[in-house]
């Protein structure tokens, strides 16, 4: 079964160092998804592509956040510098398409630590 | 006020019995409503996916919409050690997902 795929599982970083997080979506899905579950919340949009173009990026801090998808396959989100709050889990998704109807699959995460 | 609300729990049940979880929301748009199961330390899974009010049914689990009340609810039958996880309520109206804080769930055997 196709899965979504996350790396690090695991990433431990230091305040104001930077930090970079990869996924790659299930084949065939042209949308993909960077979201952030703080712990004991739910997670929340940070941004959304289809194919190599930003749909949504009304809720990612632009400031220190950066997120690509050049070929519009596998996409990269980067945070530069790092910050105590920015400590979560970090979750990729990506559907079919991108219609109310189109399922959205979550890949395991990237659960980052800042010290 | 949050557009999605849910109560995190924790919920500790016997091996056997039903579990209930519910979730309301305030957006009149949100027409799809799912549930998502999310073990811990994983991604959410998709374990039901509804897009009219009443009851749909998978198994041991049964998916409730009213629309009217704006509240959905997701009942677990005959619940197993297994399904101790967190479960999610999301919904959505066109194409962004709005998800709740998620219920922690034991199941004791």
């Known amino acids: 079964e196709a899965e979504v795929a996350q790396s690090p599982r695991y990433k431990i970083t230091e305040k104001s160092q930077a930090v970079a997080f990869w996924c790659d979506p299930i084949?065939?899905?042209?949308?993909l998804y960077w979201y952030r579950q703080i712990l004991g919340q739910g997670p929340e949009l940070l941004v959304q592509f289809q194919d190599e173009s930003v749909v949504d990026d009304s809720q990612l801090p632009k400031d220190r956040f950066s997120a690509e998808r050049l070929k519009g396959v596998d996409s990269t989100l980067k945070i530069q510098p790092a910050e105590l709050g920015d400590s979560a889990m970090y979750l990729c998704?990506?559907?079919?398409?991108?219609?109310?109807?189109?399922?959205?699959?979550f890949g395991p995460g990237t659960r980052l630590t800042v010290l | 006020q949050k557009e999605v609300e849910q109560d995190p729990g924790p919920l500790s049940v016997p091996e056997g019995a039903i579990v209930s979880l519910n979730c309301t929301y305030s957006n009149s748009a949100f027409q799809y409503f799912m549930w998502y199961r999310q073990y811990s330390r994983k991604g959410p899974e998709l374990l039901m996916y509804t897009y009219s009010s009443g009851n749909k049914e998978d198994g041991r689990f049964t998916a409730q919409v009213d629309k009217s009340s704006k509240y959905i609810s997701l009942f677990i039958r005959d619940s197993q050690p297994s399904d101790s996880a967190t479960y999610l309520c999301?919904?959505?109206?066109?194409?962004?997902?709005?998800f709740g804080a998620g219920t922690t769930v034991t199941v004791r055997a």
């Open positions: 999301a919904m959505k109206g066109d194409y962004k997902l709005s």
């Open positions: 084949s065939g899905h042209a949308t």
């Open positions: 998704a990506s559907s079919l398409r991108s219609f109310s109807t189109d399922t959205q699959y």
